[in-house]
């Protein structure tokens, strides 16, 4: 899979989440000044567990193979916003 810190690090750039620290990282994507989606990652090096990795995808509304692209830098934030806005019918536009 991959490391937690790649998704992390992907969000905070492309997204503008901010995290808050805890037990696991969590933070939100915000649309148009609405909370549009709840992230929450791993903290750490190591790499994502398979069940994990999904959690973090349907909590942005990607399927895997969409977060494997955003994470390796091969998405951008703009194509990410589109998506959750087209995937979450309440979010104005």
């Given at each position: 899979?991959?490391?937690a810190?790649k998704i992390?690090?992907?969000?905070?750039q492309k997204?503008?989440i901010?995290?808050r620290?805890?037990?696991?990282?969590?933070?939100w994507?915000?649309?148009?000044?609405?909370?549009?989606?709840?992230?929450?990652?791993?903290?750490g090096?190591?790499?994502?567990?398979?069940?994990?990795?999904r959690?973090?995808?349907?909590?942005?509304?990607?399927?895997?193979?969409?977060?494997l692209?955003?994470s390796?830098?091969?998405l951008?934030?703009?194509d990410?916003r589109?998506?959750i806005?087209?995937?979450?019918?309440i979010?104005?536009?």
């Amino acid at each position: 899979m991959i490391a937690a810190n790649k998704i992390k690090k992907a969000c905070e750039q492309k997204l503008d989440i901010s995290f808050r620290s805890g037990a696991e990282l969590n933070g939100w994507c915000e649309i148009n000044g609405v909370k549009a989606c709840r992230v929450t990652v791993s903290k750490g090096n190591k790499d994502v567990a398979r069940k994990t990795f999904r959690r973090i995808a349907e909590g942005l509304y990607l399927s895997d193979a969409e977060l494997l692209l955003f994470s390796s830098c091969k998405l951008s934030g703009n194509d990410i916003r589109k998506m959750i806005i087209e995937r979450k019918p309440i979010l104005p536009s």
